[in-house]
């Protein structure tokens, strides 16, 4: 349910968001978008943090038919059998490391500047977001 603000216009609030995952009493994470590729290797996806009072035009109301889907159920994630194996581990352990694996959502943008290379960021296997889709089930499943 949406609230009311003063004058009567209606304001989609993060906290009533189905993408919204609270981490503490009025803030939480934004799963709306999957990561994008940047130019740099070994980089970890973090999700952007806002206030429960906040809100943007890609709400969606809590209890809406939607499903989150794991990344490690994804068709866009991709996870080598033993993990990732990063030089410098960020701000992760390195047991993370080994249930991370690569959303390969979007492809990279093209930049003004020739030869760029492009990364996709690391994200763990329990990790979501709403741009997820099932990995198609094989023959054999």
């Not at 009311?4 to 906290?15: A, F, I, L, N, P």
């Not at 960020?90 to 080994?98: Q, V, Y």
């Amino acid at each position: 349910m949406s609230s009311v603000e003063g004058g009567g216009q209606v304001m989609e609030r993060c906290d009533q968001c189905l993408f919204w995952k609270m981490a503490r009493p009025g803030e939480g994470r934004c799963l709306r978008r999957a990561p994008k590729p940047v130019p740099e290797s070994d980089r970890i996806s973090h999700w952007p943090t806002t206030h429960g009072g906040q809100g943007c035009g890609e709400f969606v109301e809590i209890g809406a038919a939607f499903d989150f889907v794991l990344c490690g159920q994804c068709r866009y994630w991709r996870k080598p059998a033993s993990g990732l194996q990063p030089i410098d581990r960020g701000d992760k352990p390195s047991h993370w490391w080994t249930q991370a694996g690569l959303c390969t959502r979007h492809a990279p943008n093209p930049v003004s500047e020739p030869g760029p290379r492009a990364f996709w960021r690391a994200s763990h296997v329990a990790d979501s977001c709403g741009e997820g889709l099932l990995r198609p089930k094989s023959g054999g499943e």
